[in-house]
């Protein structure tokens, strides 16, 4: 047997696996019956766990914390006021919402296609896989920007390049959620963990101190890992699963050149660009800028950082109105709101599905299960006596697997960092290596977790070109990058670990306990 063939038949049998995999899924109930029934399973695993007592002392408050039953009085009555709350108040649906009704005047307006159409131009094919990782990995220090638009977007380049536009989809949400903890930049979440890591890092130390910077040595380092792991994934494993779209489909080949009339409309488009970027600019860049936060005049805790959502909107209605104006699609103010209405009529499906995926996440957070779990994983791992770099490696295995049970990445570290930051400070571990570890563990499965908040909009986004797409299909597609990303990063951590390069400016890999100076 050759080489080439024994590379054949391990491909084949990683697309067997895959397919099986994406059956089995496909094969349950539609996402959002899916969702009802895993809210009712943890209603009734609330139940099992309150008459087994199941309990833990919460590392933080030293308060003993028992799982709540759902099924009591107190319980029921907790569901029936929160139904509501829950739904409206789930963190996705509002931001999706908003940023689409921007996005939707674009997209009818005709800037997004002759965009596109532009970029396909300019870009060679065998690049846009690699780009769009890329893209997604940057777009984190922007928050939500990398799901609700750099998704979407991702399948209609690849749909209009002549390839499956799920191929697409799956490239970008990689790098967005896959590769959450590489970034160029520092975003909103770095101050976040950190402020967290320092919390916990004073129950040992109270002077100590983390720097929002910690981990940026790692996160540049890790962003052209992530890119070309994501690259490799996308093309020799996911790509013969999604196989080229014919050239009638929308090949470069078919790819007509813009009109007179879209080049027009572009230049308008860029006109604008221009302006609310030097509006932006002149609000974020002087020091008393009216973009920076107010008191502290801080950028990264700016209304332009936290409030990306409304920067997206207004990005998107300034964009396609003037492109529509220069291009002459848009001619009255119904033409507005006809491109708000449409887009907001392609989302009932998924509205449907975040009713039922709100209740099962605010379900599992009031019973502690999440809690109970990440310390009995704790003290399993505290007990093991394995040696620093085993020890690392299966805080981040941990990490990865309490991530399918909890999404949220900050909610999840103000829970383990107060057991796991001291514990490895007293193993000679600095809180700034164990917030790395944590975050590799963290970014690798957010793509196959139902728990991330985002998870049932890319399943919405991909049934727009594959209608029978479930929790399967996400899963069997997202998963051949997981444990990719899982391995390689894993790898590079524990080199750099043991290697002792500096993780980031200032901070150290080691921690030793300040010496004491004796009085007088």
């Known amino acids: 047997m050759t080489d080439n063939d024994s590379v054949a038949v391990r491909r084949t049998a990683v697309e067997r696996f895959l397919a099986v995999v994406e059956r089995v899924g496909n094969a349950l109930p539609h996402p959002a019956t899916l969702f009802a029934l895993m809210a009712l399973a943890v209603v009734v695993a609330s139940w099992l766990a309150s008459l ?6 919460h590392p933080k408050t030293g308060d003993t914390v028992a799982a709540a039953n759902l099924l009591s009085l107190e319980g029921l009555h907790r ?32 800037l997004m296609q002759a965009a596109l159409r532009a970029l396909l131009f300019v870009t060679p094919r065998m690049l846009l896989t690699p780009v769009t990782v890329f893209a997604g990995v940057m777009s984190n220090m922007a928050s939500e920007i990398g799901y609700v ?44 963990l950190a402020g967290l890591s320092q919390e916990a890092a004073r129950i040992v130390d109270p002077n100590y101190v983390v720097s929002p ?33 014919a050239v009638a489909d929308g090949g470069n080949d078919q790819v007509e050149p813009l009109s007179e009339a879209e080049r027009r409309g572009l230049r308008w488009a860029g006109v604008a660009l221009v302006v609310l970027t030097a ?21 990264l805790h700016s209304p332009l950082l936290t409030g990306i959502v409304a920067v997206i909107f207004v990005t998107g209605l300034v964009l396609g109105v003037a492109y529509g104006v220069g291009a002459g699609t848009i001619r009255s103010d119904e033409d507005v709101i006809k491109g708000m209405s449409q887009q907001m009529s392609s989302l009932g499906g998924y509205i449907v599905l975040v009713f039922f995926a709100a209740q099962f996440v605010a379900f599992f957070n009031w019973t502690n ?11 399993a791992l505290k007990a093991s006596g394995l040696g620093t770099l085993p020890l690392l490696l299966m805080f981040i295995l941990l990490t990865a697997v309490v991530n399918l049970g909890m999404g949220s990445a900050s909610a999840k ?21 164990t917030q790395a570890a944590y975050r590799v563990g963290d970014s ?21 070109y594959e209608p029978k797409a479930g929790m399967g299909t996400i899963i069997s597609t997202m998963l051949p990058y997981s444990i990719v990303f899982l391995i390689g990063w894993s790898l590079m951590f524990l080199g750099w670990y043991a290697l002792e390069i500096p993780i980031g400016p200032g901070a150290p890999l080691y921690y030793k306990a300040p010496v004491a100076v004796p009085a007088g």
């Open 413 to 433: 570290w103000a829970l383990m960092a107060p057991v796991f930051v001291p514990m490895f400070m007293l193993l000679g571990i600095s809180p700034e290596a």
């Open 279 to 299: 509006v932006i600019l002149a609000g974020i860049v002087p020091e008393g800028g009216f973009l920076r936060r107010i008191g502290d005049g801080s950028v």
């Open 369 to 379: 299960l999440g809690l109970i779990l990440a310390v009995n994983g704790a003290e």
């Open 213 to 245: 910077a910690a981990n940026y040595y790692l996160m540049v380092a890790s962003t052209p890992l992530i890119m070309l792991l994501g690259w490799w994934v996308t093309e020799k494993i996911i790509a013969p699963r999604w196989p080229d779209q």
């Open 79 to 110: 569901i029936m006021n929160g139904l509501v709350r829950n739904f409206v108040e789930f963190a996705p649906l509002g931001t999706v919402l908003v940023a689409l009704i921007g996005i939707g005047i674009a997209e009818h307006s005709g």
């Open 444 to 464: 690798t499965t957010n793509i196959i977790s139902p728990m991330m908040t985002y998870f049932v909009l890319i399943i919405a986004f991909m049934q727009r």
């Open 149 to 192: 638009l750099l998704v979407p977007l991702a399948g209609i380049l690849f749909k209009a390049a002549g390839r499956h536009p799920i191929l697409g989809m799956a490239a970008a949400f990689a790098g967005v959620s896959g590769g959450y903890s590489a970034n160029l930049l520092l975003g909103t979440i770095d101050p976040l």
């Open 52 to 57: 087994a007592d199941l309990s833990v002392v």
